[in-house]
């Protein structure tokens, strides 16, 4: 299954609202995480099941779709979201990700 | 709490098998799939493959020749080789947390915790 993400970086400025897509080329019902990847740092998992928030995750990021089309929405942009996200499937063998979406400040 | 944490060399010859260790801290090996995860430098995600604490094992099949994934359960540890090393291997390397069983059965999940990775490069 491959995983696309769109677009591949986003110019946003702080207090707006960012939305990251995420594509599969197959149907992967709600099997799908999104995850925050700070520079030299581990990804973390921020939604599962679509639209789930992981612990300790704030209410701003919301997860949304399933089967094929998914996006996620950071509603007021904070300082420390700016960072790359990663969409990834986990309906299937292999686990795949996408090529992720660089935040940016405008 | 539970916390992973990545051992092994920073520098591996081309040729040669890298050897990688997870040591799993704050909780119990077991009901849980552990991960390999790779990231080059500057680039994307990639996923290695996992083990079971019973010892069953699935790889990426782009990788599935090189890799073998063990785990040592009384010590609360799995390891990663990767053989025949190239340059294109030179990544930081994630272990993580996955899929589960519980009682009500097997659930598919995302990587909920991970390692903080460890770099290794390939270079003579």
């Known amino acids: 299954i491959v995983m696309t993400q769109s677009p591949a970086t986003l110019s946003v400025s702080p207090g707006e609202r960012a939305t990251l897509s995420c594509r599969a080329s197959?149907?992967?019902?709600?099997?799908l995480a999104w995850y925050q990847q700070k520079p030299g740092q581990a990804p973390r998992l921020l939604i599962y099941?679509?639209?789930t928030r992981a612990t300790g995750i704030p209410a701003r990021f919301s997860g949304s779709g399933s089967g094929t089309e998914f996006t996620l929405t950071i509603s007021s942009l904070q300082s420390e979201d700016f960072a790359v996200y990663y969409c990834q499937q986990y309906n299937n063998w292999p686990r795949m990700f996408g090529q992720g979406t660089k935040v940016e400040i405008k | 709490q539970v916390q992973l944490q990545e051992s092994g060399p920073g520098l591996v010859k081309p040729s040669e098998t890298l050897s990688l260790t997870c040591t799993v801290s704050g909780g119990f090996i077991s009901t849980y799939y552990w991960n390999w995860i790779r990231q080059p430098p500057g680039k994307g995600l990639e996923w290695i493959g996992y083990i079971y604490y019973s010892g069953s094992t699935n790889y990426n099949p782009s990788l599935k020749s090189r890799v073998t994934i063990s785990i040592d359960t009384s010590k609360n540890k799995f390891s990663l080789k990767l053989n025949s090393m190239t340059a294109a291997d030179t990544a930081v390397y994630y272990c993580?947390?996955?899929?589960?069983?519980?009682?009500?059965?097997?659930?598919?999940?995302?990587?909920?915790?991970w390692g903080q990775g460890t770099m290794v490069t390939v270079s003579s």
């Open positions: 993580a947390r996955g899929d589960y069983y519980d009682s009500s059965g097997y659930h598919k999940n995302g990587f909920d915790i």
């Open positions: 099941g679509a639209s």
């Open positions: 197959q149907s992967i019902s709600s099997n």
